[in-house]
């Protein structure tokens, strides 16, 4: 059994703050230099029952911020490590090679999410982001590609909200692990819908081939294979950072 893991930081276990996330303020270096080691030890612990349950083969993708969060050197060394930035396919670089299983861990709940920590999609400047008027998140726009791979999502870890989120978007068909509770903060052609924070992002994401501004803050994106949605919705996130 091949096992593809993507670990993202929001949703590690004790993290309820930017400054124990961010890799890039000196200020907040201790603080995040002691989660990512945090980080580290929820990716082993998804390893160590993925290689219980029989898994042959595991890839951990580092899917928070700049992808260079895991500690390489406290990794188990049954897992391949998939590190750096940029990634074409971003929380979801190979995926499509072949896997028989998915583990979402340390992920979080969607932007705009009510009692949820650290909630947000891919990027402060998304409002919302919808797949055939549904509003999603980042686990919701990474099953899907994991979907048209052919690999199904087996297990979310996260806080209370994002194992709420999973449910509603997956059902019973994903072991949800809830690691804290959160007291603040198939249909073809799939329509991408991004609400961005400010209409200078709109701009600039409507430069992307075939998107259309659908409202002052709005850009969708339309086409029968999702894989061409997820590349799209990449295209969107990165133009929008270009003002």
């Not at 797949?131 to 199904?152: D, S």
């Amino acid at each position: 059994m091949r096992v593809y893991v993507s670990v993202d930081m929001e949703g590690v276990a004790g993290v309820v703050h930017e400054s124990q996330t961010d890799p890039t303020n000196p200020a907040c270096a201790a603080e995040y230099a002691r989660f990512r080691r945090l980080m580290t030890a929820e990716a082993n612990a998804a390893i160590e029952g993925a290689l219980a349950a029989g898994a042959t083969k595991i890839v951990v993708n580092d899917s928070h911020w700049f992808m260079r969060n895991l500690l390489a050197e406290e990794l188990h060394q049954a897992a391949e490590l998939l590190a750096g930035d940029p990634k074409p396919r971003s929380m979801v670089e190979g995926i499509d090679g072949g896997f028989d299983a998915a583990l979402f861990i340390g992920y979080h709940a969607r932007a705009g999410t009510r009692n949820a920590i650290l909630d947000h999609t891919y990027a402060d400047r998304i409002h919302e982001v919808r797949l055939n008027g549904r509003p999603v998140g980042e686990l919701g726009i990474n099953a899907g590609f994991a979907g048209v791979t052919g690999v199904p999502v087996a297990l979310v870890s996260g806080d209370s909200a994002l194992a709420a989120e999973a449910r509603e978007l997956l059902g019973d068909h994903v072991a949800v692990v809830v690691v804290k509770e959160a007291v603040s903060r198939h249909a073809a052609p799939t329509t991408l819908e991004v609400d961005f924070a400010l209409t200078i992002h709109a701009d600039m994401a409507e430069l992307c081939p075939g998107a259309t501004r659908t409202a002052g803050r709005t850009v969708a994106f339309t086409h029968q294979d999702y894989r061409e949605v997820f590349r799209a919705w990449r295209a969107l996130l990165n133009l929008s950072a270009v003002v």
